[in-house]
């Protein structure tokens, strides 16, 4: 195959560069002198050091990652196993399950945020623990999530040679000592990265915490949206930069774990 | 198919072991999803043929009054406000689709063409941005569409916005936001199938004396429909029910239905009007995945 030429090249770099440009900026801003606006004062670290006295920053992180940790262990529950048995088991309405299922993919956030508002309006008048809150918030994570865990388990789990397990239930095995040893080490890899994607999704996600918070359950989006719609960001770019290089950490070493990793089981 | 010989393994069962343990796996996901998907979704549709309360409520009796205003049919008789937000958020989000499109394009032809070493570096910089907080890129464009930034200045000597002012609030701001946000998410289906692209075809195609545009066209084109499909859907569909970057990087005149629905729970509190918004946003979703799902396993029995 032909090298890219210097045309392509050059659109590819124009493009890249359209891509990074918000990022960099947001970093450069981060050491910016100014107070208001968006005009350049000189060189600063003092956001750095100011956020680390920002009670609100320092307690939307902490909601942030209660959030992300507690829906994201319920949906890798949740869409693992839902992956096993939707590969797994024929039942009535299988098929069916099989295409609702990429609903909450594509589901406008903005839509999904305002019915579970509705619904939890309409049910917290009965049930008292459905009022807003981080455990609004965690229902309604969990909900976008399954779908996406369900989906990147059942690809690797249909890549999986069945010749595996049937030797182990020939070998005499059973149907629990071989899910155990044999299709759950296999489905790992899979469980994980859906973990890690529905981890990520909690952590960005802005439109269905911001409809489903309640008072004292601010989440770092949720207050970096709050202070840009009022104009205050100059500790905001500081918080969004290390947001920015948390991202892009975990990207590089995920890559590089995946490509330095020899997998034993090589997908058919 | 890998697929099929999964469910063989199932199959060795009962049909009464089939579907208990179809139950214990899939039963708590579904009751989940029927809870909080379900139930709420059939809850705002139920809600958008009601009445507004006095206090910000709903009532009885059942209209069809929210549909008719959306229609624009109000009141006060014809007003284009709402018919023009759903068509602006349809031609925003297929302007977007296209923009994104024409850009993926080459970008994944170009990371598909570059030799191992540089391949996955250059994926890895295009699936950066996708982890990174669309809110967070988004505010980022206010600060490049500034007043007197230089990309703002290059802009007013093209004769594009008023100089001195910045670029956004507008049409143009929204639709670059969109593009970057979105770009990702065509590039990386693309390059899926380029990358498995049997370029033979293309020489062959060439010997036979098709030219550039031909080869594409009949060699390339037909073999990265799947991703190109793919791409189409993941951009087009979210785009159209956008809220964060048509609220940070527009205004009124920009307004597309996540931000109309917002206002309808936000600060004007009529949940029917609102409610049927959402609930058409939500069909024109759901006809657009039923569209593609089709498409898609027309293209699966194609070898």
Redesign the interface.
Known sequence: ????GWF??A??AG??I??????V??IV?SFNAARF???WEGFTTKWYGALLHDSAALSATKNTLLLALVSTGIATL??S??A????????PG?KI?D??L???V???????A??????YS?VGSFIPALELGMTTMI??H??FQ?SFV?IVVRAR??????AL??AARDLGAGEWKTFLHVTLPLMLPGVLAGAMLAF?LS??D??VSF?TSGPGSTTL?IL??SS?KRGL?PDINAL?TL??LI??L???SL?WLQ?NKQDPHPK? | MPEKRQMHLGQQLTRAGRWSRAGITSGPAALWLGIFLALPLAAILAISFLTRGEYGGVELPFTFDSYKRLAGFGELGFDSLYPVVLGRSLALGMATAVLCLAAALPLAFFIARLSEKYKGAALTLVVIPFWTNLLIRTYAWQILFSPNRWLTVAAHSLGIGTAGEALYPGTLAVLTGMVCDFLPFMVLPLYASVEKMDWTLAEAAADLGADRWRVFRHALLPQIWPGLGAGFILVFLPATGQFVIPDLLGGAKTAMLGNVIQQQFASSRDWPFGSAIAAVALLLVLVGLAIFQRKGSKHEVLP
């Not at chain 1, 594509?106 to 999904?112: G, Y």
Request: aromatic share 16%; no cysteine; charged share 15%.
């Open positions: 195959m032909r090298r890219p392509l090249s659109i590819a493009l890249y359209f891509l990074y440009a918000p990022i900026v947001i801003f606006g968006t005009v949740l869409g196993l839902l096993f048995g939707l590969t797994r088991f024929d039942f299988r399950f295409r609702v990429y609903v909450p594509f589901v406008p956030d903005i839509v999904l305002t019915s579970l508002l509705l619904f309409l229902l309604g969990v909900t399954i369900a789990l249909a890549g999986l040679d069945p397990e049937e990520t952590l960005d802005f439109i409809f989006p970096i949206y840009v960001t969004a947001i920015i991202s892009v975990a990207t590089v890559t490509k058919k």
